[in-house]
């Protein structure tokens, strides 16, 4: 739940740049943390590092940044838009979650693409847990990957909110209904 709650409220924090016109183009784990109040990380906020890396969407020659493992495919090409943001996010989640033998090192590369589903359902980190093991929850990610790290812009999530839609739907699989008024999802 951790994890669907940081990169709900991590896609939010996008979502603003976004809004105003800016990209940040290097969204990873490292990139990303949390405030500490009286010893304890604030999972509900998001403090965005390497602002070196965000540019507006208006820049005639940006600085295209990013790191392998994280970054969209059309930015090795030059080209950068807010869906390679939402790409990046896509990584990281499978950063998150790909802990198994397939992937030894839990680095999105393009070559996982179409064996997705097969990674969740082997991910260590899921089958942990008898609910992140259910296959109604193994699907919700699987279809959070599918269509954050599309190569084909076309094919991936266009905006923040689609994405914060999904990880709201994911995350009620998670939790019993009666209390999901209260963690505002």
Do not use: W
Request: proline letters at 4%; glycine letters at 4%.
């Amino acid at each position: 739940f951790t994890i669907l709650k940081t990169l709900y409220n991590l896609t939010d924090c996008i979502k603003i740049l976004h809004i105003s016109g800016l990209i940040h183009s290097d969204i990873k784990p490292a990139n990303f943390g949390f405030p500490i109040r009286n010893g304890r990380h604030l999972t509900e906020q998001v403090q965005l590092f390497d602002i070196n890396s965000i540019y507006s969407v208006y820049t005639k020659y940006p600085k295209f940044v990013g790191t392998p493992g994280f970054c969209a495919p059309e930015v090795f090409k030059g080209k950068i838009t807010n869906q390679s943001d939402l790409y990046s996010i896509g990584a990281t989640l499978f950063n998150a979650i790909a802990l198994c033998d397939d992937v030894p090192d839990c680095m999105y590369d393009d070559k996982y693409y179409d064996n997705i589903d097969q990674i969740v359902a082997d991910s260590k980190l899921l089958n942990a847990s008898p609910i992140t093991s259910s296959s109604r929850f193994q699907t919700a990610i699987s279809t959070i990957l599918k269509k954050c790290l599309a190569k084909e812009l076309r094919n991936r999530v266009d905006e923040c909110d689609e994405l914060k839609e999904l990880l709201q739907k994911a995350s009620v699989l998670l939790i019993p209904s009666q209390y999901n008024d209260l963690l505002n999802l």
